[in-house]
């Protein structure tokens, strides 16, 4: 199987900065696209940024110029560094990755346990 460990949430003002990262282990044979995801209450849940195994990122109108997504592909482990904060970013973030598992030829989505982040004063 695998597994997916998000880190880095809570709470910060408004202006402020965050580092999220998330870690896959398990039996991997490669990763994909690795991504960010958010939902806020009452809300649906959104792509943040998303980035691929050649390292194309692409943002959310909403957060582009704030937020940078990164990846250690040794590490499996992606990384959303958000700048700037603003109380609407405030959501639960969930990490996703598209895995292919060793000896299984199909790609399966994986998501992360979520991880809160609140932007308040």
């Known amino acids: 199987q695998v597994q997916l460990v998000e880190s880095g949430g809570g709470l910060a003002l408004p202006g402020g900065s965050l580092r999220l990262s998330c870690a896959a282990s398990g039996s991997i044979f490669s990763i994909n696209t690795m991504g960010w995801y958010r939902q806020a209450p009452g809300k649906e849940r959104e792509l943040v940024a998303a980035i691929t195994s050649g390292g194309s990122a692409n943002y959310a109108d909403s957060v582009k110029g704030r937020f940078t997504i990164s990846r250690d592909n040794a590490k499996n482990t992606v990384y959303l560094q958000m700048n700037s904060l603003k109380p609407e970013d405030t959501a639960v973030y969930y990490c996703?990755?598209?895995?292919?598992?060793?000896?299984?030829?199909?790609?399966?989505?994986?998501w992360g346990q979520g991880t809160q982040v609140t932007i308040s004063s």
């Open positions: 996703n990755m598209k895995v292919r598992r060793i000896g299984v030829l199909t790609e399966y989505q994986y």
